[in-house]
């Protein structure tokens, strides 16, 4: 098995020395992102922004770009799985009109024509 | 007893044995993106819906206190990826210089942590009966530690989000329920994770640690970036909603 031949990598300082200050300089950015009036793109500039630094502190300081492909696969499962629940449970928000016939979100208080169910 | 480096009945190599640990761990680590997946998904759905009490709650949080606390988690992840290094490479009074830095550094997010706490329980942002966003707004005397000139924009923002939310207030609570349940939540696994800390250190001062085993360094090192990692979604969706203004 290819596994068996596999040997620890060991990770060097100044690899961690460029992680940690990618991560600042990001850190730096996204605050910096947030005074800046992007609309309905300021969340995901944000949230692109700390996806990208959970890569960046998965990938070398968690080691996983050097882990066997089968740690590999339980972390890339991981995500997928927390994609589903997001996905689904917001898509379900997303398209739902609740028992008072409200749709989401119900500060837009916007009332569907139709008997009132529930 | 610990059997230190010892290579069980079930495995081949000692590789291999370490593998197996960091592979339990991860596991262990997907159930916990899970949990804060599930807590995020929450606090999403609410933000979405209660969207101007949620962004009034974030602004008065304070940025300074919440980015220079992401700066040191940040760097205490720098320091125990250094330990994890040392132990690897055999250097041992590095390894405890750098797991010292690393609780050093736990311990300073926890005491800015209780600053910015003292700070909500003085200024009547924690959930229950006292819970006021408008507090400092209306009594300023009380809220010294708030510039006047901050104080002035709260003005209007808590004005404009009352024209755009009558029940602004118990909506504001909501958004306190979720920073504290998060942070909490969060602040508890540095916990967690300072005690495993201390018993890193305990253990290296004992030497146990060599470039031939020393998957426990590893294996809590996994743990201490994965809190890091919380922390690093945490605080955009908590602090940097709506700041622009």
Redesign the interface.
């Known amino acids: 098995m290819a596994?068996?031949e596999?040997?620890?990598h060991?990770?060097?300082?100044g690899t961690?020395?460029a992680?940690?200050l990618t991560?600042?300089v990001l850190?730096g950015l996204?605050?910096g992102a947030?005074?800046?009036?992007l609309g309905r793109l300021?969340?995901v500039v944000?949230?692109a922004?700390?996806v990208l630094?959970?890569t960046l502190?998965?990938l070398?300081?968690?080691h996983a770009k050097f882990?066997?492909k089968?740690?590999q696969l339980?972390?890339i499962?991981?995500?997928f799985?927390?994609a589903i629940?997001?996905f689904m449970?917001?898509s379900d928000?997303a398209s739902r009109i609740d028992y008072r016939g409200v749709r989401?979100?119900?500060?837009q208080n916007v009332r569907i024509a139709g008997p009132s169910r529930g | 007893m610990h059997r230190t480096g010892a290579l069980y009945g079930q495995f081949k190599t000692l590789e291999q044995q370490k593998d197996t640990a960091s592979l339990g761990m991860w596991i262990f680590l997907v159930t916990e993106v899970m949990f804060f997946g599930g807590i995020m998904l929450a606090y999403t759905i609410n933000r979405h819906t209660y969207f101007h009490a949620f962004a009034m709650g974030s602004n008065t949080l304070s940025l300074t206190l919440g980015g220079f606390n992401t700066v040191v988690l940040l760097a205490s992840s720098f320091t125990m990826a250094m330990g994890v290094w040392s132990a690897q490479v055999g250097k041992k009074d590095l390894l405890k210089m750098f797991l010292s830095l690393t609780i050093l550094l736990g311990f300073v997010f926890f005491g800015v942590k209780y600053v910015e706490y003292a700070q909500k329980f003085h200024h009547h942002l924690v959930p229950g009966k006292s819970f006021d966003i408008t507090y400092c707004v209306n009594n300023p005397s009380k809220c010294e530690d708030i510039g006047a000139e901050e104080l002035e924009v709260e003005r209007k923002e808590v004005d404009a989000a009352m024209q755009a939310d009558p029940d602004l207030n118990a909506h504001a609570q909501l958004y306190y329920s979720a920073y504290f349940g998060m942070t909490g939540l969060h602040a508890l696994h540095m916990v967690i994770g300072a005690g495993l800390l201390f018993w890193l250190l305990k253990n290296s001062f004992a030497g146990i640690y060599t470039p031939e085993w020393n998957t426990p360094v590893d294996i809590v090192g996994l743990y201490w970036h994965f809190v890091d990692i919380v922390w690093i979604f945490l605080f955009p969706l908590l602090y940097l909603i709506d700041r622009h203004k």
């Not at chain 1, 947030?34 to 009036?37: H, L, M, S």
């Open positions: 596994d068996q596999h040997h620890e060991i990770v060097q300082p961690y020395l992680i940690i991560l600042l850190t996204t605050v947030a005074y800046v009036n300021n969340i944000a949230l922004i700390a630094k959970a502190v998965v070398f300081f968690m882990s066997p089968r740690t339980v972390i499962a991981g995500i799985w927390l629940l997001l449970t917001l928000y989401f979100p119900m500060t």
